[in-house]
């Protein structure tokens, strides 16, 4: 079936340091989507992306789209305590017919140590 | 812009007891996602609407899970009856399908279900 693997699970770091996450299948994608989750909250939305390629910005936040549509990652600089939470990828599929649907990753807790 | 809106925001119940979870998508939105949200299989999508009318609901458990959206601003998740097991933080997430891009979704700030 169609599945996202997301990595790392789980991530501890400094204040400060840099972050890289990265979601891959084996399906192409149209639609790549990144998304936080805090605690006792439902995700939110960071950056979407939606042509191979693409490199998009949000502040401290870049995600890019795979070149081979079947990968994408995220990356937070200068990580600050507020970016823990749970990052999750998610994108549609060519499989997906054109729906809406969208299919998730596991998800990459991220702590951070003031 | 009001959100998703989903009620109650906990619930507590005792297995056998019928569970109805309520969901109002954002305004103008067309395309409604129930999801269930556990620690063992993350973020599992149980059924969607289009236009109001179910899509897709091979992710609903069994037949005791039941969604309705009588119109474009309110859908009910039903569980019936209630097994501990469902213990689970469910989700309601809307967007504006258009047929092209597939448009974001936009969640709900999620229902604890505790079954005890």
């Known amino acids: 079936g169609q599945q996202l693997n997301q990595s790392p699970q789980s991530m501890f770091i400094q204040e400060g340091e840099d972050v890289s996450m990265n979601c891959t299948s084996s399906?192409?994608?149209?639609?790549w989507l990144w998304y936080k989750q805090d605690p006792g909250e439902g995700p939110v939305l960071l950056i979407a992306?939606?042509?191979?390629?693409e490199l998009t910005s949000n502040g401290r936040l870049t995600a890019q789209f795979g070149i081979t549509r079947k990968d994408s990652f995220l990356n937070i600089s200068a990580s600050i305590p507020s970016d823990v939470g749970i990052y999750f990828c998610?994108?549609?599929?060519?499989?997906?017919?054109?729906?809406?649907?969208?299919?998730f990753g596991q998800g990459t807790t991220l702590q951070v140590k003031p | 812009d009001a959100g998703v809106i989903q009620s109650p925001r906990h619930e507590v119940t005792e297995m056998g007891q019928e569970v109805t979870l309520r969901c109002k998508p954002i305004?103008?939105?067309?395309?409604l996602f129930w999801y269930r949200q556990t620690m063992m299989r993350g973020l599992e999508l149980l059924i969607y609407?289009?236009?109001?009318?179910?899509?897709?609901d091979s992710g609903m458990p069994e037949d005791r899970f039941s969604a309705k959206m009588p119109n474009a601003s309110f859908s009910t998740l039903k569980i019936q009856p209630s097994e501990p097991r469902d213990s689970a933080v469910y989700f309601c997430?809307?967007?504006?399908?258009?047929?092209?891009?597939?448009?974001?979704?936009?969640f709900g700030p999620g229902t604890r279900l505790t079954v005890l």
């Open positions: 992306l939606y042509k191979a390629g």
């Open positions: 399906s192409i994608f149209n639609t």
């Open positions: 998610a994108g549609d599929t060519i499989l997906s017919g054109n729906t809406g649907k969208l299919i």
């Open positions: 609407f289009n236009n109001n009318v179910p899509i897709d």
């Open positions: 305004s103008g939105h067309n395309s």
């Open positions: 997430a809307s967007s504006l399908f258009s047929g092209g891009n597939t448009d974001t979704q936009y």
